[in-house]
């Protein structure tokens, strides 16, 4: 067998692995359709996790993800044996001689696999109500075509040696290795096939040519952990890969704190909650610690997740801002508003000019209505002279009445056009304000977050 971790400085990885029935299965009372395995012996450290598709036809797809990670631990084992017996290392490392060693490794996983299926299919049949529930696949089933498909699964697997990390993946999930700086990184190559839900399989007609692979040379680039997750991890952090980061670097933290067995233990509780609050998905974990080495960041493990967790409030209160600034409702409310606003101004001030004026005309019509006029032929000469005048100036009464009558008018339109402007500022307003409102307190929550966030990154 291969000789590893020999040295008393040599990395000291321990395997953890976790897998749980997600919360929107167990409300369904369906099966979980994800597997996860860990094996370590002399010299070689294997896990895997498999996420059965939950299309109703891919009914045995539980069976299938188990069948994925047992093979595919197999398949590793003795790919490892062989490698290390014709001391093939250095092939894994040349880039012509690594896909032709990849190709012979994935085919036979994927041929061992679909046997494994077709005799599980041959040893118990489809039942009529298996068949009812394969609707849309069940005739060509019945008919024993492409009847893999009832299997299907993803896959991600890892073989650590000594020497290398190799890694393989079919379709979704991610797998994170943080190296010996601790930082987290995703380097099997992604397949731009897997979106939403949607994703390659094992089951696929081209499965063998799908099959994304990556080796690390240990001696050159260490790691000191490594995540295997199916997608139920991922997508409960659908703002942010890096929240998915931020989670595995809380997984380690813990294993460091109080021991991989004791975390792994723990992590039922955990995957279960995850699910739960966020993808309700099944949830499978699995891969590597070297609880040592990786004690060293746990300050820098800290500050990477608040960090994560600034960005993610900062982006989103982004999103708020964009979603309230797009379509231009908010600035067509605004210049509605300012608009309405200075309408609303001016017709009030034009009332109270016209209600004033009134009001003067009003006070002076009533005070020459008031004067009484003596008997005039009592009266001496220059007094009758002077009322002749006063005379003259009640005659101009009734065109006063008449200008009075007129500027009513003309008060009460202005009266009609500032409650009309007044019922339409009120409806802006009651949209328009509690935007404003909201909008500006976003703005302030986006340059408290930035400040925050320019504070910590320059620590």
Not at 122 to 150: C, F, K, Q, V
Not at 243 to 269: D, F, P, S
Not at 372 to 385: A, C, F, G, H, M
Request: hydrophobic letters at 35%; glycine letters at 6%.
């Amino acid at each position: 067998m291969l000789g590893i971790f020999k040295k008393a400085d040599s990395p000291q990885y321990e395997l953890f692995c976790s897998s749980v029935r997600g919360y929107s299965h167990i409300r369904k009372d369906t099966p979980c359709e994800d597997f996860g395995v860990k094996k370590s012996m002399e010299g070689i450290k294997i896990f895997a996790v498999a996420d059965g598709h939950g299309d109703p036809n891919c009914l045995r797809s539980s069976i299938g993800s188990e069948y994925a990670c047992r093979i595919a631990c197999e398949a590793l084992e003795n790919f490892a044996v062989n490698v290390a017996d014709n001391c093939f290392e250095n092939k894994l490392f040349d880039r012509l001689e690594f896909p032709v060693l990849m190709d012979r490794l994935v085919r036979s996983i994927i041929a061992k696999w679909t046997n494994e299926v077709d005799s599980e299919l041959s040893n118990h049949p489809l039942t009529d109500e298996e068949y009812a529930t394969a609707s849309r696949l069940g005739d060509e089933y019945r008919r024993g075509i492409r009847t893999e498909r009832m299997y299907g699964t993803t896959l991600i697997a890892g073989l650590l040696t000594e020497k290398y990390l190799l890694l393989l993946q079919q379709g979704d999930g991610r797998c994170v290795v943080f190296d010996s700086e601790g930082k987290a990184s995703q380097p099997i190559p992604w397949d731009d096939r897997c979106v939403g839900t949607a994703t390659t399989s094992l089951c696929d007609p081209d499965a063998s040519r799908s099959v994304r692979s990556h080796v690390i040379n240990l001696e050159e680039n260490p790691v000191i952990a490594c995540i295997a997750g199916t997608d139920g991890v991922e997508d409960s952090f659908p703002t942010s890969m890096e929240k998915t980061h931020a989670y595995y670097r809380n997984i380690l933290k813990e294993a460091c704190e109080i021991g991989v067995e004791a975390m792994e233990n723990a992590l039922a509780t955990d995957l279960s909650e995850l699910s739960r609050q966020g993808s309700a998905d099944d949830v499978t974990v699995s891969g590597f610690i070297d609880v040592k080495r990786t004690r060293k960041f746990l300050d820098e493990f800290e500050k990477a997740n608040e960090l994560v967790n600034i960005r993610d409030e900062l982006a989103l209160v982004n999103n708020r801002i964009k979603s309230m600034e797009s379509g231009g409702m908010l600035e067509h409310l605004a210049k509605t508003y300012d608009g309405l606003a200075l309408s609303y101004r001016t017709s009030e001030e034009k009332y109270l000019e016209l209600d004033g004026q009134c009001r003067e005309l009003q006070e002076k019509i009533e005070a020459h209505e008031q004067e009484e006029i003596p008997d005039q032929e009592k009266l001496p000469s220059d007094v009758r002279e002077l009322l002749s005048k006063l005379r003259f100036t009640k005659d101009m009464l009734a065109p006063a009445k008449k200008d009075l009558e007129k500027l009513t008018e003309e008060r009460d339109e202005a009266k009609r056009i500032y409650d009309e402007v007044s019922v339409q500022m009120k409806s802006v307003e009651e949209r328009y304000l509690p935007r404003k409102e909201k909008y500006e307190d976003l703005l302030r929550q986006k340059s408290e977050i930035t400040d925050r966030l320019s504070e910590l990154e320059s620590q």
